[in-house]
């Protein structure tokens, strides 16, 4: 009886309008840290980052450098340019192509040239720092919490990377490579869900 009688009241609260946030919820710990949440609250950036730190890594300590470096400056960059265009709908078919992609590089252990890890370091920041900047209000806050994002991205690459680059026990890659199947795994579902979606 009490169950049933808590059944309207909830569902009522579940399905009032709230207001939709613009880009970054507020953890009221400032701007940085709004930031920081924001990137570990998206999966669908978390996850391509850790894919490709942890590739990076796999490669040796010359190519978790390079990501160290690049990847976070690319993606305050993209966020800086983003920051001065009109808000974007990303959609979900991109970061699912991303997912989809970098995993199945981790997972199957392929080897690109160095140039090639740092241009493919540079266009996954740009891309996903320019949809991240999109949302952002042209403000010294807006801009603080650009720069919340760019250290998290660093602090995860270089965490990720430093965690595989002097692993050489076989059973240890292999279970890298099996955290690249299923982030590639996860993209194929969020493509899924997209196309879904839109059908």
Not at 64 to 73: D, G, H
Not at 137 to 158: N, Y
């Amino acid at each position: 009886m009490l169950r049933s009688s808590l059944v309207l009241p909830l569902a009522a609260i579940a399905l009032l309008p709230t207001p939709a946030a613009a880009h970054l919820n507020s953890t009221g710990l400032g701007p940085v840290y709004d930031g920081v949440a924001h990137f570990l609250t998206s999966p669908e950036d978390l996850l391509a980052v850790l894919a490709l730190a942890l590739w990076a890594g796999a490669r040796g300590a010359s190519y978790a450098r390079r990501a160290l470096f690049v990847l976070p400056s690319a993606w305050l960059l993209g966020s800086l340019l983003g920051m001065t265009a009109a808000a974007t709908a990303g959609g979900a078919v991109l970061p699912a192509i991303w997912l989809m992609a970098l995993g199945a590089l981790l997972a199957t252990d392929l080897t690109l040239p160095l140039r090639g890890a740092t241009a493919l370091a540079a266009l996954l920041g740009l891309q996903r720092g320019y949809l991240n900047g999109s949302g952002i209000e042209q403000s010294a806050s807006g801009i603080a919490a650009l720069f919340g994002l760019g250290a998290v991205v660093f602090v995860v690459v270089a965490l990720a990377a430093a965690a595989v680059v002097r692993l050489r026990a076989a059973s240890a890659r292999v279970a890298v490579r099996v955290i690249g199947s299923w982030i590639a795994a996860s993209g194929l579902l969020l493509l899924g869900w997209s196309l879904r979606a839109h059908a």
